[in-house]
Every structure is written in C-alpha cells, then in structure tokens.
C-alpha cells in the first residue's frame, strides 16, 4: 500500500482522493490502445521487475503507465511537492523514482522491450495519438 505521511493539508488530502488506485482512466486508455493495435496482454505483472501495468511475455514487451504525481514526472505540472511534510514527499518521490529506473534497466537488461507512458500524455488527442505510435512502433516491434 501507498505509505502516506502523518499529517497532510487539505489541498494534497483533495488531491490525494482524487488519484485513483487501479484500473484508472489512464491505463485503462492504454489497454484499448494495444487492443485496437491486436496485442494481447497481461494485467498486474508482479513477478515481472516493477510489476508492469501491461505485459506480454511470450513477445517480451512490457508497458508501464504513470501517474505524474506518484512517479515524479519531471517537469510536469501534476507531479508538484506538497508543501507539507516536503522532506518526506522528497524522499518518497526520490524512491519511486529509482524503483522505476531499476525497473526498466532489469527488463532491457533482459531483452525486454519497455514503454512507460506519463498520465499527462493521455489528456489530449495529441497525446494519445502520439502514444499510440510510440506503442505500435516499440511493442509491434518486439512481435
Ligand atoms: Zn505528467
């Protein structure tokens, strides 16, 4: 489960509620992508490096969907530290960061093929279609 810290002001509580725990809109717009692309997939990959969100192992591909604030997403307006308890946000963030980083170098060390997908990138037509070529160009790659 998500470590949350002691004490957490309205406005990171509001947002906090807001995020959704699984199945969310984000990951679930990726797996009708790959579908409309005719991937086939599994879901909650645990036994996989990072638990990838959506993964295929016979065609070694693996896709990871983030949320911008929970994964950091550099540069990104959702991926802000709250201003209460910072040092521990610093911190937590620092880690997941890292997780993911170890997560994807194990797979590609593997000789898996890896796309990690930010939230943001779902918000606009723009994005999803760009997302869409990224999936088709790396996961039908690995076919
Ligand atoms: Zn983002």
Request: with cysteine.
């Amino acid at each position: 489960m998500r470590a949350r810290p002691p004490e957490t002001d309205a406005e990171t509580s509001l947002r906090l509620s807001r995020i959704p725990q699984s199945n969310t809109g984000p990951e679930l717009i990726v797996r009708q992508l790959l579908h409309a692309l005719g991937h086939r997939f599994r879901l909650k990959n645990r036994d996989l490096p990072g638990s990838p969100d959506i993964a295929n192992r016979a065609r070694r591909w693996a896709v990871f969907v983030h949320g911008c604030f929970w994964h950091a997403h550099e540069g990104c307006s959702r991926s802000s530290v709250p201003k209460r308890n910072r040092a521990f946000w610093k911190q937590k963030f620092a880690e997941n960061r890292a997780r993911d980083q170890r997560a994807e170098e194990e797979l590609l060390g593997a000789g898996w093929a890896v796309v990690t997908i930010w939230e943001c990138e779902l918000y606009s037509l723009a994005g999803v279609s760009e997302v869409t070529h990224r999936l088709d160009a790396i996961v039908g790659d690995a076919r």
